[in-house]
């Protein structure tokens, strides 16, 4: 499948409202659970005004998805700059991965959902596809660090972007249960869980290995 290029927001409030209703039923039913009719039933438009807007449910899933990945290379992936502050850097993409979680939940969920079950004719290809080529970019990132001394050059950058990644896409599926567990007290507030993860991925669990923990933070 040929990657989609991010399209331009259509302006009309009931294209607004289908995309809405449409991630909403994506992310509760599947693709092969929702129709086009659910679709129009859930924005309170008619089927046809859906297929003004959208030639298909497989070109509107898509359209979703693609803005979805889209919006991460935009937003995120610049943040993460492995040639100065690299520190800083993990901290600040780590806070703004999870408000980004967290503020479109419904994108999320539709996302992970696609990531655990790929449905048949979802749409997977796209996923595979545009998400690896994200953690690749995130990657690149830095094995730049790497080439200019920043970065432990015996670091494994793809183990380290899985891991940093997962952390907030784990943090964000349960925050219900982190609240309430103790142990994990400090991922309750988004600045004091990426401020920890980025300490623990760029100084390790070694003794000595960081100067000053309170100069860090």
């Known amino acids: 499948m040929a990657r989609p290029t991010r399209r331009p927001r259509p302006p009309a409030p009931g294209a607004r409202r289908i995309e809405t209703a449409a ?5 509760n039913r ?5 129709s086009m009719a659910d679709i129009a039933s859930a924005a309170g438009v008619s089927k046809a005004t859906v297929f003004h807007h959208y030639r ?3 070109r509107l899933y898509e359209s979703l998805v693609g803005d979805a990945f889209a919006g991460f290379r935009e937003q995120l992936v610049p ?3 492995a040639e100065g502050d690299v520190q800083g850097s993990l901290r600040e993409f780590a806070a703004a991965h999870v408000e980004r979680l967290t503020r479109m939940q419904g994108t999320m969920r539709l996302i992970a959902r696609e990531m655990l079950s ?3 004719g979802s749409g997977d290809d796209l996923v595979s596809g545009e998400m690896s080529r994200n953690f690749s970019l995130l990657v690149e990132a830095l094995r730049r660090g790497q080439a200019s001394g920043t970065v432990r ?6 183990l380290a972007i899985f891991l940093l990644l997962c952390s907030s896409w784990f943090v964000f599926q ?3 249960l982190v609240r309430r567990n103790p142990d994990l007290a400090i991922a309750a507030s988004t600045d004091t869980y990426a401020a920890e993860l980025a300490r623990l991925l760029y100084f390790g669990l070694a003794p000595g290995a ?4 309170k100069e860090s933070s």
């Not at 599947?30 to 929702?34: S, V």
């Not at 960081?210 to 923990?213: G, L, T």
């Open 23 to 27: 991630r909403r039923l994506f992310a």
């Open 30 to 34: 599947g693709f092969a659970g929702t």
């Open 56 to 58: 298909s449910k497989r």
């Open 79 to 81: 943040l993460l700059n």
């Open 118 to 120: 790929g449905d048949a």
């Open 153 to 158: 050059a015996d670091a494994d950058p793809g």
């Open 174 to 176: 349960t925050s219900a």
């Open 210 to 213: 960081e100067p000053d923990v």
